[in-house]
Nanobody, 124 residues
Framework: QVQLVESGGGLVQAGGSLQLSCAASGRTFSNYAMGWFRQAPGKEREFVGC???????YYTDSVKGRFTISRDNVKNTVYLLMDSLKPEDTAVYYC??????????????????WGQGTQVTVSS
């Protein structure tokens, strides 16, 4: 079992930056691929990006060049640094962990554990 707790959400103006953190506890963190998803009001949950155990990263096209995912296997924490934020980035952001994903997956069904989510609001 893996427990995930996100933090760092909040309100930011368009063009600003925000960093989310996700602290993991439980099983060996370094063995898991970690992903970030988000869900805006009235919309389906969507893939944001992920980082493999070897630190290979993948991003959805809408955030490429603006968002950066990193991980610290000593602190059992994964980060999502969001720059040049836009109002359309407003959503609840979820941290996820997968024992089966080796490099990349944007399929939420392959992620075994989910955090409670943290709200990010970008004002125009």
């Amino acid at each position: 079992q893996v427990q995930l707790v996100e933090s760092g959400g909040g309100l930011v103006q368009a063009g600003g930056s925000l960093q989310l953190s996700c602290a993991a506890s439980g099983r060996t963190f370094s063995n898991y691929a970690m992903g970030w998803f988000r869900q805006a009001p009235g919309k389906e949950r969507e893939f944001v990006g992920c980082i493999s155990w070897s630190r290979t990263t993948y991003y959805t096209d809408s955030v490429k060049g603006r968002f950066t995912i990193s991980r610290d296997n000593v602190k059992n924490t994964v980060y999502l640094l969001m720059d040049s934020l836009k109002p359309e980035d407003t959503a609840v952001y979820y941290c996820t962990a997968s024992a089966s994903v080796r490099t990349f997956s944007n399929n939420s069904a392959l992620y075994d554990y989910w955090g409670q989510g943290t709200q990010v609001t970008v004002s125009s």
